[in-house]
């Protein structure tokens, strides 16, 4: 039996068997836990924290959290842990990555990531402060913070999570008396908006919140021979590593126990002694606490492999025969039922100043792209050098090697997920002028990058990899189209010595300032006047649903140069916009989202404005590509054939509302697509409940 590291005797009820509902009813576990809570409420005197609010039984409540198809189904209940087993216990015997168990969500990305992150106690610290407790000072609140651009964010919550027959629904430890897992999942949801939103994801960008590193994305098959080396490397400098199978059906297994498109945790590699000489092995973890490899050196009591090691040995290693998720495999296997590889570079802000790892220096940047003044565009564009410069200075060579220093730089686009907006974004790398900090556009014609990113990518955030000989360079972060509006963060990892500041440009080259006029601002409200609107349509509630925008839009449209299109919007139109902005399968926006899609609303009636070039406000079939384009969508000439038949009038133009519609459209497609992709490879494979989930609501 674990020992718990925070629960006080005298608190405690007669023990009850783990599994409690083989011995208990759910009258009998009610009572007792009503009475251990009485008992905690009247200990602790829970003090009046203002703003803070507490329910009826005196426990703190967050506001209503978003619920999504799962939570609403029947027979689902939000229960505090004290109502599903005695004595609940945050921490049993210590936050380990065996305490992180899969339930009915497909956020094994999330979870691959969580057990990663409880290998390094320090990090997990970070971000599940200690001291937390349903013992002394219990009060139904629970507090974690995340990394979000440059800050740790804090996210509060009360500890009702979600169960069906009295069990947990989604993420849980083998643990039945243990929540740290459980209520972190639930944290990291609220910041994301709601369990919905955790439904597919990529390792790397929960890594990436959970520690304030970078990730990288690797396929397996290129790395280094001496691929136990290059693990070494990476673990010695504090990465997390996470790999997946992409190949085959979701969450299926091939011959040998591996799941394709299911996210799996590289804990430790090691050069194991048997009796036949050394070999090198992996350790990997699966987030559901079971099904495990199956082929030499698994953990299964018939692997002859193990018997020719010692016992001392298998001791050091920690081996551990039973069905919990966690297995060694040799580096060969690892290669050959692996496909890519997820990794997460720790910098020395984030890590245990106590620990052996060596881990990079960081130096972070915030920035901004601004529509004609610093959004040149990509860098075949004749205004590329209106990017932002950033001067990168190499002086001190990696340890072991007297010619290169080694980087890794990081752009990432702030508010993508929750603001829905992708720009497409890469990073290219120059040889500096001897003579300034700054490249000018003839300097920039004059010479190619040195390093540059494969392509511009809508992901969240891209990285370069790169080692170069000692001197002076410049880094250009960029957009793929000019004039788009972003925020981005860039960090450049390096070691220790080296330096990146931010390049300045001569006054001459400083684009004017003023405040450029949009074609929306003759189109649309402002944005007093569309706030204003929002609380004259909504609800009582302040939601807006389907047919309050289309309320809303028909009047702001009457008001502007666009006026008479409001004859071509449709309640159709206004389900679909209301789905894009939907996080929580609700069918209605808060103003806090619907001003996610009026920032929408506006640059694509910018676009609209700009390509209507007869002024008829309609687009001509011809000027929809080019449009789409400025918008930031690429399309060939069979989508532009389904756009003709689908998405314009009998004459073959297009309507301002049907524009909306079609941009809405093809931005939430382009989105789901990439939430499936889960490493970003290029192509997915969905089950058919998943096919119908993202056709029929989009």
Same mark, same amino acid.
């Given at each position: 039996?674990?020992?718990?590291?925070?629960?006080s005797?005298e =608190?405690s009820?007669?023990?009850?068997?783990?599994?409690v509902?083989s011995?208990?009813?759910?009258?009998?576990l009610?009572?007792?836990?009503?009475?251990?809570l009485?008992?905690?409420?009247?200990r602790?005197?829970?003090?009046?924290?203002g703003d803070?609010?507490f329910g *009826?039984?005196?426990?703190?409540?967050?506001?209503?959290?978003?619920?999504?198809e799962l939570?609403?189904?029947?027979?689902?209940?939000?229960?505090?842990?004290w109502?599903?087993?005695s004595? @609940?216990q945050?921490? /049993?015997?210590?936050?380990t990555?065996?305490?992180? *168990?899969q339930g009915?969500?497909n956020?094994c990305?999330?979870? =691959?990531?969580?057990?990663s992150?409880?290998v390094?106690p320090s990090?997990?610290k #970070? /971000?599940?402060p200690?001291?937390?407790?349903?013992?002394? &000072?219990y009060?139904?609140r629970?507090?974690f913070?995340?990394?979000?651009?440059g800050l740790?964010e804090e996210v509060?919550?009360?500890?009702l999570?979600?169960?069906?027959?009295n069990k947990?629904l989604?993420?849980n430890s083998?643990?039945?008396?243990e929540?740290?897992?459980?209520?972190?999942?639930?944290?990291?949801a609220k +910041?994301?908006g709601g369990?919905?939103a955790l439904?597919?994801?990529? @390792?790397h960008e929960?890594?990436?919140?959970?520690?304030?590193?970078?990730?990288?994305v690797f396929?397996?098959?290129?790395?280094?021979r001496?691929?136990p080396?290059?693990?070494k490397?990476l673990l010695a400098k &504090?990465?997390?590593?996470?790999?997946a199978?992409?190949?085959g059906?979701?969450?299926?297994r091939?011959g040998?126990?591996?799941?394709?498109r299911?996210?799996?945790?590289?804990?430790?590699?090691?050069?194991?002694?048997t009796?036949?000489g050394t070999v090198?092995?992996?350790?990997i973890?699966?987030?559901w606490?079971?099904?495990e490899?199956?082929g030499p050196?698994s953990d299964?009591?018939?692997?002859?492999?193990w018997?020719t090691?010692s /016992?001392?040995?298998?001791k050091r290693?920690?081996?551990?025969?039973?069905e919990d998720?966690?297995?060694?495999m040799?580096v060969s296997?690892?290669?050959q039922?692996?496909?890519?590889?997820?990794?997460c570079?720790?910098t020395?802000s984030?890590s245990?100043?106590?620990s052996?790892?060596l881990?990079w220096?960081?130096?972070?940047?915030h920035?901004n792209?601004?529509?004609?003044?610093?959004? &040149?565009g990509?860098?075949?564009? *004749?205004t590329?050098?209106?990017n932002p410069q950033?001067?990168?200075n190499?002086?001190?060579?990696?340890?072991?090697?007297?010619?290169?220093c080694s980087?890794?730089l990081a752009?990432?686009q702030?508010?993508?997920r929750?603001? *829905?907006?992708?720009l497409?974004?890469?990073?290219?790398?120059y040889q500096?002028?001897? #003579?300034?900090?700054?490249?000018?556009?003839?300097?920039?014609?004059a010479?190619?990058?040195?390093?540059?990113s494969?392509?511009?990518?809508s992901?969240r955030? /891209?990285v370069?990899r790169g080692s170069l000989?000692p001197?002076?360079?410049i880094i250009?972060?960029?957009?793929?189209?000019?004039?788009q509006?972003g925020?981005f963060?860039?960090?450049?990892?390096i070691?220790k010595?080296?330096?990146a500041? @931010?390049s300045h440009?001569p006054p001459?080259?400083v684009?004017?300032?003023?405040?450029?006029?949009s074609?929306h601002?003759?189109?649309?409200?402002?944005?007093?006047s569309? #706030?204003?609107l929002?609380k004259?349509h909504?609800n009582?509630k302040?939601?807006c649903?389907?047919?309050?925008?289309?309320n809303?839009?028909?009047?702001?449209?009457?008001?502007?140069?666009?006026a008479g299109?409001e004859?071509y919007l449709?309640l159709?139109h206004c389900?679909s916009?209301?789905?894009l902005?939907?996080?929580?399968?609700?069918?209605?926006?808060?103003?806090?989202?619907f001003?996610?899609?009026w920032?929408?609303?506006?640059?694509?009636?910018?676009?609209?404005?700009?390509?209507d070039?007869?002024k008829?406000?309609?687009?001509?079939y011809?000027?929809?590509?080019?449009?789409?384009?400025?918008?930031?969508?690429?399309v060939d000439?069979l989508i532009?054939q389904?756009?003709?038949l689908?998405?314009?009038e @009998?004459?073959?133009t297009?309507?301002?509302p049907?524009?909306?519609?079609?941009l809405?459209k093809l931005?939430?497609?382009?989105h789901?697509?990439?939430?499936?992709d889960?490493v970003?490879?290029?192509?997915i494979?969905?089950?058919? #409940?998943?096919w119908?989930h +993202?056709t029929?609501?989009?």
């Open positions: 039996m674990k020992k718990s590291l925070s629960v005797s =608190s009820l007669p023990p009850l068997d783990d599994d509902d011995v208990c009813s759910d009258e009998l009610g009572s007792q836990a009503r009475s251990w009485s008992d905690l409420l009247t602790n005197a829970l003090p009046d924290n803070v609010k *009826r039984d005196g426990l703190f409540e967050d506001d209503p959290f978003p619920q999504g939570e609403m189904q029947p027979g689902v209940k939000w229960k505090r842990p109502e599903l087993c004595s @609940p945050f921490i /049993v015997n210590g936050a990555r065996l305490d992180v *168990r009915k969500l956020d990305w999330l979870l =691959s990531a969580i057990a992150l409880s390094h990090l997990l #970070k /971000v599940m200690l001291g937390q407790s349903f013992q002394d &000072g009060n139904g629970f507090t913070k995340f990394w979000q651009y740790w509060t919550i009360d500890d999570l979600p169960t069906l027959d947990l989604y993420l083998p643990e039945k008396h929540f740290w897992s459980s209520l972190l999942e639930k944290a990291y +910041m994301k369990y919905r439904d597919m994801g990529f @390792p929960a890594m990436v919140d959970m520690t304030g590193g970078v990730a990288e396929k397996i098959a290129s790395l280094p001496d691929l080396n290059f693990l490397h &504090g990465a997390l590593i996470n790999c199978n992409c190949e059906p979701l969450e299926q091939n040998l126990g591996i799941m394709f299911h996210a799996y945790s590289l804990t430790a590699v090691e050069k194991v002694k009796a036949h090198d092995l992996v350790r973890l699966n987030p606490g079971r099904t490899w199956e050196w299964k009591t018939h692997s002859p492999e018997n090691v /016992v001392e040995e298998q290693l920690e081996i551990v025969r039973r998720g966690e297995f060694w040799l296997d690892f290669r039922n692996f496909e890519t590889m997820e990794v570079h720790l020395d984030i245990d100043p106590e052996r790892m881990p220096c960081c130096i972070v940047h920035g792209w601004v529509p004609n003044i610093s959004a &040149g990509s860098a075949q564009r *004749r590329f050098w209106q950033f001067y990168f190499l002086s001190e060579v990696d340890s072991g090697s007297k010619k290169t980087f890794i752009l990432m702030k508010n993508h929750r603001r *829905r907006v992708n497409n974004i890469a990073l290219h790398i500096a002028n001897p #003579k300034n900090t700054y490249l000018s556009p003839e300097d920039l014609s010479r190619p990058p040195i390093l540059y494969p392509s511009y990518s992901h955030e /891209v370069l000989s001197g002076h360079y250009i972060p960029s957009t793929h189209e000019p004039n509006q925020a963060l860039l960090r450049v990892l070691e010595g080296n330096d500041t @931010p440009r001459q080259e684009p004017s300032v003023t405040e450029p006029i074609p601002q003759a189109a649309l409200p402002s944005h007093e569309t #706030k204003r929002f004259k909504c009582k302040g939601l649903k389907p047919l309050h925008l289309y809303l839009l028909t009047e702001a449209i009457q008001g502007g140069v666009l299109s004859k449709s159709e389900k916009l209301v789905v902005m939907d996080f929580h399968g609700t069918a209605r926006m808060d103003w806090q989202e001003k996610c899609l920032e929408k609303i506006r640059k694509w009636t910018d676009i609209f404005l700009l390509f070039k007869n008829t406000n309609r687009l001509e011809r000027e929809v590509r080019p449009a789409l384009k400025e918008a930031g969508i690429m000439d532009m389904l756009v003709g689908r998405y314009t @009998p004459d073959m297009i309507s301002y049907g524009f909306l519609y079609l809405m931005e939430t497609m382009i789901k697509f990439q939430v499936y889960m970003g490879m290029g192509s494979t969905i089950s058919y #409940k998943q119908l +993202m029929m609501y989009n």
